[in-house]
Structures are given as structure tokens and as C-alpha cells.
């Protein structure tokens, strides 16, 4: 319907997108007109499929790199910005959760899902960051959960680590927002595919029955909200969690 | 995507009421750029309503007093009747500072809050949305999806110096969607609020200029929004989207 694409020109980096919501993203940014690199640590396959699915719309790129991986994660910004001229949209996406309750979480678990999911987003941000503070123009898009913004039973490190999301968003769109840079974070709800997929029978009934629309999210539906949110039409929102959710 | 939730596909009906004003007008404007066909209402601004339907394909402009719940009733029925469907309704018809009906043009306090200004301000803001998407529910029950969009303010959902009545009646939206996306979330409405900062033109030209000057000072990127940024969002929200209900989007630059 829209005769130019959304994000026509732009180059965007999306972490962890080998499967789920980040390879959804990534499709859907590259249908939009992106030049797509996105980061993936073991699913070989699934990268392979992200790389196919953009290279069918344009220019995409796959490197295999931990978010917890500094220098790598340098590297590869570095490497973008001279290859590709900048990086424009940094959406961080990967990470991970179990499903345990408190009794059984371990000091290891706990760190584990707080160093992928809020460290990472750190560390990529401040690699990506300064080139866009140098361009003085970029967006991210950090994502969230509605388990960050509502009262749920999920497990204790993933909501944190959600909740941590949504408070660095906010800090960071008020410290780089002079610079022209938005910050803003996407929280989902529960969707078909991803950390929520391996949730009990009776859990995902009961929460069936508290979304006004009554079914989970699609990764793809996910992704084209994305989209709008990192495109320059979108361009007064800053420090924002917007929930999708269907109304839980 | 189902066909009966993604309404991109084809060109969709959209009603905007209060169409004619700086932001309904943009509104229309990006609707109809999009492949959309617009109906739209008008009070007092017949020459932008003349203007509208002479710019956009198909376009349909009624007068409207949104304060008349029956007009209201009767102008949406009107609209599906002749559209044959809506596919998203959008409410821009607003009263903002110095609007409450006193008279005044000011910034007013709560000691300058009549009675009757509380009454005129809520009566526009929020008692109008209330039975315009009633009435939508009830024409589109069973007949597909419906995407509702209100115009909030930043004013109703953070802490801003701003008239209490103002504030109160664009906080009400906010409270008003979520319950309405639960109850009519099962027949397939979904409803959200854009809730802006202060913007280039619109309402937000009566803000005094001291109050200008603060909002500046707080809003991260540092300048007032612009009213095809709020359009953007809403006609997002109007024709692509399918899951996101009961949320009131905030516009304001990171404030």
C-alpha cells in the first residue's frame, strides 16, 4: 500500500537473529529497504535462513558473535561502519530465559539471563552508539516484555532483566536524545515463537483467556511494528515501551 | 496474516471525526496517501472540509457537533451506510487550553475551572469518544475487524503543569481504552490512544510561551513535534495494525 518503503537506505544491525522474533525483524526490515547484518552465536541453520530470506530483498550480512563479546562486537560495528558507512538502526534482541521457579534458580542462571539480556544490550549499544553520536542520527530498539510492564507469573531473571530494558531505554533516550537519537524498547507479549514457546498447557490457557484478542502474538506482526518504530516517520518517539500484546 | 485482521490489502474505510482541524486534516491526508478511502467530519472549518474532498479521492465530510451523542449516532451510521464497512475510526476532535468554554484563551488554573468549563471539556474530550466507538461497536458487530484510534495528550499521562480539566479529560482516554479493548476485543475492536507532547501547530499554539520554553528544556530531542509525526503514528495504528489494543502511544520527543 505504501509506495516507498520504510526503511529505504538504511543499514540496520539486529542481534540474536537466527530464529524467532530477531529473524522475523530482520526479514521484515530488509523487505522494507535495510541493509541488514544481524548476529547469531550457534544456530548455524537458522542464521543460513536469515541470510537467505534478506539477501532476497537486498544487501544482509551474518556474524557469528556473543553480545557478551566486546571486542567482537567492536569488530564487527567497525567493519560495518567502513563497509556499509554507518550503522542507522540497532535493534537488540537476543536473549534467552528458562522457566524455573526462585527455589530452583541457581547464582549461574540468574547471571546468565542478566548478562545476555541487559549486559548485552549494553555493550552493543555503546559500540554502536558512538558512531551515531558521531552522525549525530540513529535509532535502537531494545526489546522488552510485557512481564516488564504488568504484574505475571514468569520467572523472576527474565523479568528483571525485562524491567532493566525498560529502565535503560529510558535513561538512554534522555542522555543521547540531544543528539537526534532515539531510544525506544518494544515489549511483546506472549508469542508463537521464542522464550515464551515452551510455557505449560495450562499457564498459556489461562492467559489465552486475559488477551482481549484471545491468541498469542505472530513474530510477524511483531516485526512490522518494529519497523514503523525505528523508521523516520516515527521520528518524536523517544524513551517509550510500546506493548503489544493484544490486550492481556 | 488473516485477511479479515490485516486490512492493508485493500483500501480501507477510515472516519475521521474532527477532520478538519490541524491535526484531523493531516490525518486525512496521510490516510488517503496510504490508499484509504476518508470520511470525516467538520464543525466550524467548512473551507478545509470543501478543501479535503476536493484533495482526496472519494472523500466524504459531514458537519459534526461532536457534543450531540445522537448526531454522533446518527453521522456513523450515515458513514457505514454509505462506505458499506469502516475499517478504523479516529477521533482528533478536541478542546484544548483556554477551549473549557469561559471564554478565556489562557492557561487556566483551577480557580479559573468553572463548572460548566469542567462539563464543555469533558463533554468534547471524552464523553464524544466514549459513544462514537459504542456506536462503531455496534454497526461493525460481527462484520470484521475495527481499528480505533483516540488523541490523547501527554498532558493525561505524565506530570505536566497543564489545566486540570484538559488533563483529566485526556487521562479518562487512557482508562477508557484499556477497558473497552477488553470488552469489545472479542468481537475484533482494537483501540489506542496517541497521547503527543506539544506539537509545531494545533492546540498546542495557545501554550504560553513560558511554559514553551520549559517543555523545550525537558524533551530530550530538544523540539516540538510535528503534526505529520502524530498522523504517521496514527494512521499506523488505523490501517496496519493487528495486535496492539488498550495502549496509549506516547509521542513527546522523550520527555
Known amino acids: 500500500m505504501t509506495a516507498t518503503r520504510l526503511l529505504e537506505g538504511k543499514v540496520a544491525l539486529v542481534t540474536g537473529a537466527s530464529r524467532g522474533l530477531g529473524q522475523s525483524i530482520a526479514r521484515v526490515f530488509a523487505s522494507e529497504g535495510a541493509r541488514v547484518a544481524f548476529t547469531y552465536t550457534r544456530d548455524e541453520q537458522g ?54 521457579p526462585l527455589a530452583l534458580m541457581e547464582e549461574e542462571d540468574w547471571d546468565r539471563v542478566m548478562d545476555i539480556n541487559v549486559k548485552g544490550t549494553f555493550l552493543t549499544s555503546k559500540a554502536v552508539l558512538r558512531g551515531m553520536i558521531r552522525r549525530k542520527q540513529g535509532v535502537v530498539l531494545n526489546i522488552g516484555s510485557l512481564v516488564a510492564v504488568r504484574m505475571l507469573e514468569a520467572p523472576i531473571h527474565y523479568c528483571a ?52 484478542l484471545g491468541r498469542v502474538g505472530r513474530l510477524e506482526e511483531v516485526a512490522r511494528l518494529a519497523a514503523f518504530l525505528v523508521s523516520d516517520v516515527n521520528g518524536y518517539m523517544s524513551g517509550e515501551t510500546v506493548v503489544i500484546d493484544g490486550g492481556v | 496474516m488473516e485477511a479479515s485482521e490485516r486490512m492493508t490489502v485493500d483500501a480501507p474505510s477510515c472516519i475521521v471525526i474532527g477532520g478538519s482541524g490541524i491535526v484531523g486534516r493531516t490525518v486525512c491526508r496521510t490516510l488517503a496517501s496510504r490508499g484509504a478511502r476518508v470520511g470525516f467530519t467538520f464543525l466550524k472549518n467548512e473551507a478545509v472540509a470543501h478543501e479535503l474532498t476536493a484533495a482526496l ?16 449516532d446518527r453521522t456513523l451510521g450515515e458513514f457505514v451506510e454509505q462506505f458499506g464497512r469502516i475499517d478504523a475510526l479516529i477521533n482528533c476532535a478536541a478542546v484544548g487550553f483556554g477551549g473549557g468554554g469561559n471564554g478565556s ?14 462539563d464543555a471539556m469533558l463533554s468534547v474530550n471524552t464523553k464524544a469518544s466514549f459513544f462514537a466507538v459504542r456506536q462503531i461497536a455496534n454497526l461493525m ?12 495528550s501527554v498532558d493525561g499521562v505524565k506530570p505536566a503543569p497543564a489545566p486540570v480539566h484538559y488533563a483529566a479529560s485526556k ?52 523540539r516540538l513535534g510535528k503534526i505529520e509525526e502524530v498522523a504517521s503514528l496514527v494512521a499506523w495504528l488505523a490501517t496496519e495494525n493487528t495486535f496492539v489494543t488498550g495502549q496509549t502511544v506516547i509521542l513527546d520527543g522523550a520527555l
Open chain 2, 141 to 152: 458487530r460481527g462484520r470484521g475487524a475495527v481499528n480505533v484510534v483516540l488523541l490523547g
Open chain 1, 47 to 100: 542464521s543460513r535462513t536469515t541470510l537467505e530470506t534478506c539477501r532476497k530483498s537486498g544487501d544482509a550480512r551474518a556474524f557469528q558473535v556473543s553480545v557478551l563479546d566486546a571486542a567482537g562486537t567492536e569488530t564487527m560495528v567497525a567493519d560495518l561502519e567502513q563497509n556499509w558507512g554507518s550503522v542507522d538502526i540497532l535493534v537488540n534482541n537476543a536473549g534467552i530465559s528458562q522457566n524455573m
Open chain 2, 57 to 72: 479521492p472519494g472523500a466524504v465530510a459531514r458537519r459534526l457537533d461532536v457534543r450531540d451523542v445522537g448526531a454522533i
Open chain 1, 161 to 212: 532483566s525485562k524491567a532493566a530494558i525498560k529502565g535503560l531505554t529510558e535513561a538512554l533516550a534522555k542522555e543521547v536524545s540531544r543528539y537526534g537519537i532515539r531510544v525506544n524498547c518494544l515489549a511483546p507479549g506472549l508469542l508463537e515463537d521464542g522464550v515464551g514457546r515452551n510455557l505449560p498447557e495450562h499457564r498459556l490457557a489461562d492467559y489465552l483467556k486475559h488477551c482481549a
Open chain 2, 171 to 222: 487521562a479518562a482516554l487512557a482508562g477508557m481504552i484499556k477497558a473497552m479493548a477488553k470488552e469489545l476485543g472479542p468481537q475484533g475492536v482494537r483501540i489506542n490512544s496517541v497521547a503527543p507532547g506539544v506539537l509545531e501547530g494545533g492546540l498546542s499554539r495557545t501554550l504560553p510561551e513560558d511554559l514553551r520554553r520549559e517543555y523545550l528544556k525537558h524533551c530530550g530531542l530538544k
Open chain 2, 105 to 118: 484563551n489562557g492557561h487556566e488554573k483551577m480557580a479559573d475551572v468553572a463548572e460548566d468549563a469542567w
